[in-house]
T-cell receptor
């Protein structure tokens, strides 16, 4: 079963714009992580936020976590064509990650 | 060691045949995970090992599926009597679990996956 639900399912933006992706989940977590997947490839870890953290930054990425609302958001600033990929949120609990269905991001040059 | 490697990358087989996938994790990682991903979906957890011990199996892992990690290094995932519904990408990932730091579920390092097509 998939715990996280990302929103929107697909997002198309112009290069240079910001992309915001949301994730909601249902049960208690230790942490929440975001991954990226290029078509036909494996997943690449982007960022991890622990359940006691509210915001975290890594380069052009900013992730927030609201445990009271069981939701997270990923912001990619100044997007590039190379950011085109699928993005997944994953909730960490009980020694494993549970992934959502993903968001398809298209960045137009 | 540059990362998690999986073999083969692609496998086409006829229904009813057996297939085996191999995963070589990052050498210092003690945890190894198998996930399955179908088109348009996120990865679904199948099973994981800590060293050579298989600690959890998903209900998705039917009797036709078996995974091993005999020496706590590489792992194999075998599917017997394949069905068309087994067609998917099988992803392996590894991580380092350190009890004293209580990092329960940290970052996973994924391989490129093994794509299975059952005709």
């Amino acid at each position: 079963s998939q715990q996280g639900e990302e929103d929107p399912q697909a997002l198309s933006i112009q290069e240079g714009e910001n992309a915001t992706m949301n994730c909601s989940y249902k049960t208690s977590i230790n942490n929440l992580q975001w991954y990226r997947q290029n078509s036909g490839r494996g997943l690449v870890h982007l960022i991890l936020i622990r359940s006691n953290e509210r915001e975290k930054h890594s380069g052009r990425l900013r992730v927030t976590l609201d445990t009271s609302k069981k939701s997270s958001s990923l912001l990619i600033t100044a997007s590039r064509a190379a950011d085109t990929a699928s993005y997944f949120c994953a909730t960490g609990a009980n020694s494993k990650l549970t992934f959502g269905k993903g968001i398809t991001l298209s960045v137009r040059p | 060691d540059t990362g998690v490697s999986q073999d083969p990358r692609h496998k086409i087989t006829k229904r009813g045949q057996n297939v085996t996938f191999r995963c070589d994790p990052i050498s210092e990682h003690n945890r190894l995970y198998w996930y399955r991903q179908t088109l348009g979906q996120g990865p679904e957890f199948l099973t994981y090992f800590q060293n050579e011990a298989q600690l959890e199996k998903s209900r998705l892992l039917s009797d036709r599926f078996s995974a091993e990690r005999p020496k706590g290094s590489f792992s194999t995932l075998e599917i017997q009597r394949t069905e068309q519904g087994d067609s998917a990408m099988y992803l392996c990932a590894s991580s380092s679990f350190i009890l004293r730091t209580s990092v329960n579920t940290g970052e996973l390092f994924f391989g490129e996956g093994s794509r299975l097509t059952v005709l």
